[in-house]
């Protein structure tokens, strides 16, 4: 009797030996297995992902938004903001007045179109808002008529709230529009980019002598330090220099 009892306790020693070191075994490569998938966990993927795609969204704001994206701090930024982008989507050689009227429609700003025509300039097409976002007015695009019937753009101008910072906050929005590069024109209440060998955007704190028998704005006095953002057909002469610089 004690002899078998021996041997069952010799056997369940050996068995549980065995699984002892089964489970030993398995161990160390489960542990192994999870050091190396570790990288991969859904946080740290997670975090890469936005790190890729933050990448991404620079890179193209490089390409296509120039040289950074405009981050709005109030109400009135944003209104600058969606201003600017306006003007941006109107650059292309293509764009003519009907679509920047769709715009501004889609925007709830209640475009205006009107056809001018003398006979020194030709036929032009003008379109105004009758509705502004806040801490912009005066929005103001001109279209040249070719012969052909064919419109490009010449003047396309808003004003936004004057104030302090406001100056560099256009700036800073302007940014979008294109590859600015350095400006070819600056003082301390003007800049002035090229945007292509056609075109070029400017922005003015406007002065007391601007203000002053303006054909299309009503002014005040009050009105000193408003800041006008335009892009523009270049003109290549001497006598372009109204809005340069309040003397």
Same mark, same amino acid.
Not at 30 to 49: A, H, R
């Given at each position: 009797?004690?002899?078998?009892?021996?041997?069952?306790?010799?056997?369940?020693?050996?068995?549980?030996?065995?699984?002892?070191?089964?489970?030993?075994?398995?161990?160390?490569?489960?542990?192994?297995?999870?050091?190396?998938?570790?990288?991969?966990?859904?946080?740290?993927?997670?975090? /890469?992902?936005?790190?890729?795609?933050?990448?991404?969204?620079?890179?193209?704001?490089?390409?296509?938004?120039?040289?950074?994206?405009?981050?709005?701090?109030?109400?009135?930024?944003?209104?600058?903001?969606?201003?600017?982008?306006?003007?941006?989507?109107?650059?292309?050689?293509?764009?003519?007045?009907?679509?920047?009227?769709?715009?501004?429609?889609?925007?709830?700003?209640?475009?205006?179109?009107?056809?001018?025509?003398?006979?020194?300039?030709?036929?032009?097409?003008?379109?105004?808002?009758?509705?502004?976002?806040?801490?912009?007015?005066?929005?103001?695009?001109?279209?040249?008529?070719?012969?052909?019937?064919?419109?490009?753009?010449?003047?396309?101008?808003?004003?936004?709230?004057?104030?302090?910072?406001?100056?560099?906050?256009?700036?800073?929005?302007?940014?979008?529009?294109?590859?600015?590069?350095?400006?070819?024109?600056?003082?301390? /209440?003007?800049?002035?980019?090229?945007?292509?060998?056609?075109?070029?955007?400017?922005?003015?704190?406007?002065?007391?002598?601007?203000?002053? /028998? /303006?054909?299309?704005?009503?002014?005040?006095?009050?009105?000193?330090?408003?800041?006008?953002?335009?892009?523009?057909?270049?003109?290549?002469?001497?006598?372009?220099?109204?809005?340069?610089?309040?003397?």
């Amino acid at each position: 009797m004690k002899n078998s009892k021996s041997v069952k306790f010799i056997v369940l020693a050996i068995l549980i030996f065995g699984v002892w070191s089964y489970l030993k075994k398995d161990q160390l490569p489960l542990e192994v297995t999870l050091e190396s998938e570790q990288p991969n966990s859904p946080s740290e993927q997670s975090n /890469d992902q936005k790190i890729d795609l933050s990448k991404s969204s620079d890179s193209e704001s490089h390409s296509s938004n120039a040289n950074n994206f405009f981050v709005a701090q109030n109400k009135e930024e944003e209104s600058l903001g969606l201003m600017t982008q306006i003007l941006k989507d109107s650059l292309p050689l293509e764009k003519e007045s009907q679509d920047l009227v769709r715009e501004l429609d889609n925007n709830q700003l209640s475009p205006e179109l009107a056809r001018d025509s003398n006979p020194y300039t030709g036929d032009m097409m003008i379109v105004r808002t009758k509705r502004n976002l806040p801490g912009t007015r005066y929005f103001h695009a001109q279209y040249f008529v070719g012969e052909d019937g064919k419109e490009f753009l010449q003047h396309m101008s808003f004003e936004f709230k004057g104030g302090a910072g406001a100056f560099d906050r256009a700036i800073s929005a302007a940014q979008t529009l294109a590859q600015l590069g350095a400006p070819v024109k600056k003082t301390k /209440d003007f800049i002035q980019w090229n945007i292509s060998e056609n075109r070029e955007v400017w922005i003015k704190i406007m002065g007391e002598k601007d203000l002053i /028998d /303006d054909p299309y704005n009503a002014y005040t006095k009050a009105d000193v330090g408003t800041i006008r953002v335009a892009v523009e057909k270049k003109i290549h002469d001497d006598q372009h220099q109204d809005h340069v610089e309040n003397e």
